[in-house]
């Protein structure tokens, strides 16, 4: 009878650990968290100075004394210490008392090893969950969207994310192929630091490349070119220099990485059944993920694969929207939970 009662008080999270943002969803609440997955640590006592946004515009500029921490690199836990710590402070910012968390949903990339499933499982117990369900985010992404994953028809979904991109095919509850590449957001933004680097001598911060990718960033050429000044500091002379950017160069700097991203997606279309490839011909491709945002990459994996490619309507939230729809009707998720459960 405790027990019972226990269970009714209890709070059942979905949580999108992601590399560049943590979102959590609450069980009857909605989404209420949606924060950089970013802590600022006091260097001696490891007290916490901030965390999410706060702790983001921290980022490059904090002194000696503290120092700014993203746990999770390409999908997986980096730090496991500073990654318990974000999440508890998360779960604060969410009003849910750690006594009385009931049952947590964590999405992860297909690829990753058991030894890093085991470590998302182990940060989410010891952050209070009585029980931790693992789910795919590429699954969790087509819940989201709302896609009929348990009809006999293929769909298609490619989440790009901060540290990975997921693509996968699925179909009746699974996921018949998936490929997953560890490069996303962050690896956009790192080939955006090593171009002015190499090209102008310019060293600048891993918050200016983000929002340099997020302004003037493309993956095809712009109807209107933008130019802006880029702020840095001269590798050669030492002091701060101001140089005036295209986006076309921009859009040479990123073509690395998205052609990475496109050949995945090219490799997991030819690994798909052709029943299944013919329904996606149909139906298209989806784009979730914050790099569905990138200015053109729709129309750059159209030009290279003839598909219809179609962009979320809210790419950011579709993972974290699949984990709440998974919490809120578990008996219609159930085939899918114990899939995940058998493959981990």
């Known amino acids: 009878m405790a027990l019972?009662?226990?269970?009714?008080?209890?709070?059942?999270?979905?949580?999108?650990?992601?590399?560049?943002?943590?979102?959590?969803?609450?069980?009857?609440?909605?989404?209420?968290?949606n924060q950089p997955s970013i802590i600022a640590l006091e260097d001696n006592s490891d007290r916490i100075m901030a965390v999410g946004q706060e702790a983001r515009q921290m980022l490059g500029r904090t002194h000696q004394g503290i120092h700014t921490i993203r746990p999770l690199k390409d999908g997986v836990i980096a730090d496991f210490e500073a990654t318990e710590i974000m999440m508890r402070e998360f779960i604060k910012k969410a009003n849910v008392n750690r006594m009385m968390i009931g049952r947590i949903v964590v999405c992860v990339p297909s690829g990753i090893t058991e030894v890093e499933k085991r470590a998302v499982r182990d940060t989410a117990e010891r952050a209070g969950a009585r029980e931790v369900d693992l789910v795919a985010e590429a699954m969790a992404s087509a819940i989201g969207v709302g896609l009929e994953i348990d009809a006999p028809v293929g769909n298609m979904i490619v989440d790009i994310g901060g540290g990975t991109s997921e693509i996968a095919v699925i179909s009746l509850n699974g996921i018949v192929n998936h490929t997953s590449v560890r490069v996303g957001?962050?690896?956009?933004?790192?080939?955006?630091?090593?171009?002015?680097?190499?090209?102008?001598?310019?060293?600048?911060?891993e918050k200016s490349a983000e929002d340099i990718k997020?302004?003037?960033?493309s993956a095809v050429a712009?109807?209107?070119?933008?130019?802006?000044?880029?702020?840095?500091?001269?590798?050669?002379?030492?002091?701060?220099?101001?140089?005036?950017?295209?986006?076309?160069?921009?859009?040479?700097?990123?073509?690395?990485?998205?052609?990475?991203?496109?050949?995945?997606?090219?490799?997991?279309?030819?690994r798909t059944p052709p029943e299944l490839a013919s329904d996606i011909l149909d139906r298209g491709i989806i784009l979730t993920g914050g790099g569905a945002l990138l200015k053109g990459l729709d129309i750059r994996l159209r030009e290279e694969t003839s598909m219809a490619i179609h962009v979320a309507e809210d790419p950011l939230t579709c993972v974290v929207d699949g984990c709440g729809k998974i919490l809120d009707h578990p008996e219609q998720y159930e085939k899918v939970l114990l899939k995940q459960k058998r493959s981990n």
């Open 4 to 33: 019972s009662f226990l269970n009714f008080l209890s709070s059942d999270l979905g949580i999108d650990l992601g590399t560049a943002n943590t979102l959590i969803y609450v069980k009857g609440k909605g989404i209420v968290v």
């Open 185 to 205: 957001g962050d690896e956009m933004s790192h080939a955006i630091i090593q171009h002015f680097k190499k090209n102008f001598n310019l060293l600048i911060g």
């Open 214 to 217: 997020c302004t003037i960033g």
């Open 222 to 270: 712009l109807e209107e070119e933008i130019k802006t000044e880029i702020k840095g500091r001269d590798l050669i002379d030492g002091i701060p220099k101001t140089i005036e950017i295209t986006s076309q160069e921009i859009r040479e700097a990123l073509n690395d990485p998205i052609n990475t991203i496109v050949e995945a997606v090219k490799l997991s279309l030819e």
